[in-house]
């Protein structure tokens, strides 16, 4: 949502699609001049008002976007608008770069995810320079590195910023007040304030106390880890910075020492037994950046709960600020409605459209206005039990500074890492086995 959004994927295909879709940037550029689209010599470009059209859009995970589709068609009678929604950032990932290698199939707009911007980057002529559509005039609209993260090192800017990534903790009020801990939000948060070591000291008392798991797997908990160190899987330089990392070591060590511990419920990732995991009491902490929200809402739902449930949000993180997921909307240089496509993609990234995708989903905004609004805003979500989940992800975003996220960064979270900490999940594996495991899978798929 990185972000809504790991999923395994084939990284050897990905990496050979990816030099695929390189070797026809040339082919890409050639058919947008013939297309008419850019305005690089005349400003802005604009769609013919009155022309119908019909506009693609492919996004993924929980964006909140449907009724905003609406307000659009209905401010735009001449605007059809055919959104596909993929379950997740690492399939929406393979999907775009399949139809990038074919040169055709992309929709007008895609959803470009923050754990493989990197990947993008590597072949943004295949982009449209949004600086032909006037996006230079709303750069100040977004938080800087938002900005930056869509610029390439040409200067060609390619995505419209849509949410970043702010986490609290989401925990559940009858798992800890079985416990006999407090279930305040503010009590919770003084309970939890502090570094990773302090989380697995307080999950190790309650997996003792209940013989039930803290968090519901380890993947994630280790992503969290991972985004809040200054440089992650890849220096700021862009070098490759797994093997030999102390600080990612450590951390590991402390995840694999809660495990081992009792604290994971060993759940697969984006999939927790229908939903019903979240509901009988299987784990009673989970991470969640706000895009998160719309999740934990979902699969509670899908597991026959409601907000009866007892899920809240705390305004507390491990460790401090951290900033898991967001996206950006691109327009792939093969569509034939750069000009109209741009316009939507302006439109739902606008501070006001902003503020209205967190209220439908809980994505935090990217734009400062729309962050402005939601810190002043203490709309209670009733689904958590009232909490005031935009001015607390307001809160949580302070501090936040994305990490630099290398070409094969997703590919490291998921491919690398993702089986070892399976098994570390699964009691297959102690902390030297597992990490030996993920130095070997980084040297065959990455290296």
Request: hydrophobic residues 40%; aromatic residues 10%; charged residues 25%.
């Amino acid at each position: 949502m990185s972000r809504h959004h790991h999923e395994g994927v084939d990284t050897v295909t990905t990496r050979i699609l990816r030099k695929t879709a390189a070797g026809l940037a040339a082919t890409a550029a050639g058919a947008l001049v013939l297309a008419g689209c850019s305005a690089s010599e005349g400003g802005a470009a604009e769609a013919d008002p009155n022309e119908d059209i019909t506009l693609t859009i492919t996004t993924f995970g929980t964006f909140g976007y449907e009724d905003l589709y609406a307000e659009y068609e209905d401010a735009h009678p001449n605007v059809t608008i055919e959104a596909t929604n993929i379950d997740t950032g690492g399939n929406a990932r393979t999907d775009l770069f399949t139809k990038l290698a074919a040169g055709s199939g992309a929709s007008d707009i895609v959803a470009v995810e923050e754990g493989w911007i990197g990947a993008v980057m590597e072949v943004s002529d295949q982009f449209v320079d949004l600086r032909d559509h006037g996006i230079e005039d709303r750069k100040d609209d977004w938080v800087p590195w938002k900005y930056d993260g869509a610029t390439d090192p040409d200067g060609r800017v390619i995505g419209y910023g849509t949410d970043i990534g702010p986490t609290g903790i989401c925990y559940n009020k009858p798992a800890f007040e079985a416990a006999g801990l407090p279930t305040e939000r503010d009590e919770v948060a003084t309970l939890l304030e502090g570094d990773w070591e302090h989380y697995f000291d307080v999950g190790q008392e309650y997996s003792d106390d209940t013989g039930k798991a803290w968090f519901d797997q380890s993947g994630f908990v280790w992503n969290s880890m991972v985004n809040q160190l200054a440089e992650g899987y890849y220096t700021s330089d862009g070098a490759l910075n797994v093997e030999g990392n102390d600080e990612l070591r450590e951390r590991f060590d402390l995840l694999a020492e809660a495990v081992a511990g009792g604290q994971s419920a060993a759940q697969a990732e984006w999939d927790w037994n229908g939903g019903k995991s979240f509901v009988d009491g299987t784990f009673a902490t989970y991470v969640c950046p706000g895009w998160m929200l719309g999740v934990v809402q979902g699969q509670v739902e899908a597991g026959g709960g409601d907000a009866d449930t007892g899920w809240d949000f705390a305004d507390v993180f491990p460790g401090g600020a951290g900033n898991w997921g967001g996206a950006w909307l691109s327009i792939p240089a093969s569509s034939e409605q750069q000009a109209a496509a741009a316009e939507l993609a302006d439109w739902l990234t606008q501070p006001e459209q902003q503020v209205k995708q967190a209220a439908a989903a809980g994505n935090f905004p990217s734009t400062v206005e729309a962050q402005e609004t939601l810190a002043a805003d203490a709309t209670p979500n009733e689904f958590f039990g009232g909490a005031p989940t935009g001015a607390i992800l307001a809160e949580r975003a302070k501090g936040v500074q994305a990490q630099f996220k290398g070409p094969d960064d997703s590919v490291i979270q998921e491919n690398v890492f993702g089986p070892s900490l399976d098994k570390l999940d699964r009691g297959e594996a102690d902390a030297d086995e597992a990490w030996d495991e993920a130095i070997q899978l980084l040297g065959d798929l990455v290296e």
